[in-house]
């Protein structure tokens, strides 16, 4: 297992017998009512890999599509929550750009998280898959739907030009930083462009270095900056690309946070957070959620969950959040 793989919650189960699993999930249907527990036990022990094995052998076995059999059994968000877990990582974020996309308004706090987050090769793998599963390409839907430097700003990042080699070059940084200040806050008006041309397109270390330059060269960050010059979605974009660079499991910490706070639940974000980057970093996002609050009132993740969420939705949050944090 890698160390990147190490850093989720939810890692891959050893002695793995998908026949075995796909039985005990069909015993749970059967019959008068459905068994939560034991459906909740075989998701969150297996990863995705194995999870899409298991419905392979359910299919195998029983002649049965083992999602739809799921959606027939179970309800509201301990549902969206299983699914989204028997769905191929790259399918789930695919799926949810559109939803993003196509439903009452638009998400752009979905787009944000997905957009700004992804790497150049998973990028190139949801749109991949958006392809096929909606025979629309992800960048014209990205174009209809979002305007404005909003707009640009996602075009920019679709396309999947961000530098693979992480280097650090330091006379780079230097100019990019002057260039940054140029294009916002030592001009009249804003200049988009260069934003975009900077933060969509260098390596996060080489991004780390230039706001360091610039804070040192000019008194203020470049989140500052952006704070200052830009508004709305594109302020949120731009700004999580600085916070995904600075300190990305930190970024999914802080919007757990946001999902959880003020009246309700955003409970689409919170689904996806957690799905998403149980088998990532979750294991850094519960320790950043954690030191991020004040140092008199802090929770863990866990407890924010717990007191937000209940029933069969919460236990199955909880069992992909782990019991050791």
Known sequence: MSARQGKGTVREKEDFDADAAAEILRNA?????????PIIDVVDSHNNAQRQDI????????????????????????????????????????????????????????????MCSRTNEELEEIKAVYQQEYEVALEEDLDCDTSGYFGR???????????????????????????????????????????????????????????????????????????????GSVQDGYTAIVDIAENKPLFFAKRLDNAMRGIGTSDDDLIRLIVSR?????????????????????????????????????????ALLNKDD
Do not use: H
């Not at 999602?67 to 799926?95: C, Q």
């Not at 979750?282 to 029933?311: F, K, N």
């Open 55 to 114: 419905a392979v052998a359910f299919k195998q076995s029983y002649g049965k599509d083992l999602i739809e059999e799921l959606k027939s059994e179970l309800g509201s968000n301990f549902e969206n929550t299983v699914v989204a877990l028997m769905t191929p990582p790259r399918l789930y974020d695919a799926k949810e750009l559109n939803k993003a996309i196509k439903g009452i308004g638009t998400d752009e706090t979905a787009l944000v998280e997905i």
């Open 278 to 318: 149980s088998e990532v970093d979750m294991e850094e996002i519960r320790t950043a959620y954690y030191y991020m609050q004040p140092e008199d009132d802090r929770r863990t993740l866990r407890e924010a969950v717990a007191s937000e969420c209940s029933g069969d939705y919460k236990n199955m949050l909880l």
């Open 153 to 231: 700003l996602m075009i920019s990042l679709v396309t999947g030009g961000r530098d693979v080699d992480d280097t650090v070059n330091d006379e780079d940084a230097d100019t990019e930083a002057q260039e940054l200040y140029d294009a916002g806050a030592g001009c009249w008006g804003t200049e988009e462009s260069k934003f975009n041309q900077i933060l969509c397109r260098r390596n996060f270390n080489q991004l780390n270095r230039i706001f360091e330059v610039y804070e040192e060269k000019f008194g203020q960050s470049v989140r500052e900056a952006i704070s200052s010059e830009f508004s």
């Open 29 to 37: 249907m059967c019959g008068l009512g459905t068994s939560e527990e």
